[in-house]
């Protein structure tokens, strides 16, 4: 069996008045399969059974609201393929860019910057 990181996009529905924003996270679950097409499968079970409003008690900014599954956008291998992750194992990555040296240190130093996020 290998370790997948999965990367699951879960959106914020609002249930009263109008949608005028889209607040999303990107949740990274750790899925262990013997495939990717199980790994899929698994991560897909998995999130889907965060959907919902907590029984009606779920509010987002004092809005009643409900957690929508938005998609896996990725499944990345875990560097240690064939082991049970363990302190220090990498689990995900994210790839960048940005056009220039100046937008590189403004994202070093945590400033507001344009990035192409593969």
């Given at each position: 069996m290998a370790w997948y990181a999965a990367h699951v996009v879960m959106g914020i529905q609002f249930k009263e008045g109008q949608q005028d924003k889209?607040?999303?996270w990107e949740n990274i679950i750790l899925i262990q399969a013997d495939t990717?097409?199980?790994a899929?499968?698994?991560t897909e079970r998995r999130a889907r059974a965060d959907e919902g409003d907590s029984?009606?008690?779920f509010?987002?900014?004092g809005r009643p609201a409900r957690w929508v599954f938005g998609g896996i956008r990725r499944l990345v291998?875990?560097?240690?393929y064939d082991e049970?992750?363990?302190d220090g194992t990498e689990i995900s990555y994210s790839?960048?860019?940005v056009a220039t040296e100046a937008d590189w240190l403004k994202v070093i130093n945590g400033e507001a910057v344009t990035v192409w996020y593969g």
């Open positions: 889209y607040p999303f990717v097409d199980e899929f499968e698994k029984q009606g008690t509010t987002h900014e291998a875990c560097v240690d049970r992750p363990t790839e960048m860019e």
